[in-house]
């Protein structure tokens, strides 16, 4: 449960719920995402609420670990029509074709900058 929790707000979920987070016997977490029940989601390209038309294939991001456990997410991301065209939702806690979860590059980023720090 607090597991969840943490997941859901560092992930800054408001249109995607965590259906269930599965334990792998090689110490990963992976969670599991999906749009919440609703007709219309964020486009990527205006932000703006837009019709779901369907479902991408199965995507994985790395989060951060919690707890000494890797942590991956598992979601398909829905296409909306905006602008005329099909786009894919704007994911919260994703930009553009990143593997890695907004957390884990800006905590990559610190770790990266504090390193440079050291060595000089
Ligand atoms: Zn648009």
């Not at 995507?59 to 029509?81: A, D, F, M, N, T």
């Amino acid at each position: 449960m607090l597991f969840k929790t943490i997941a859901r707000k560092m992930l800054e979920l408001k249109d995607h719920k965590i259906d269930k987070v599965e334990e792998t016997k090689n110490g990963m977490s992976l969670i599991y995402i999906s749009a919440k029940k609703q007709k219309k989601l964020k486009s990527s390209c205006c932000k703006k609420r837009c019709r779901v038309v369907d479902l991408l294939s199965q995507r994985r991001w790395s989060h951060l670990s919690l707890w000494g456990r890797k942590v991956e997410i598992i979601y398909s991301p829905s296409r909306v029509e905006c602008c005329g065209k099909l786009v894919v939702e704007d994911i919260p806690w994703s930009m553009g074709k990143w593997r890695l979860t907004v957390p884990l590059s800006i905590f990559n980023k610190l770790r990266q900058d504090e390193g440079s720090r050291h060595a000089k």
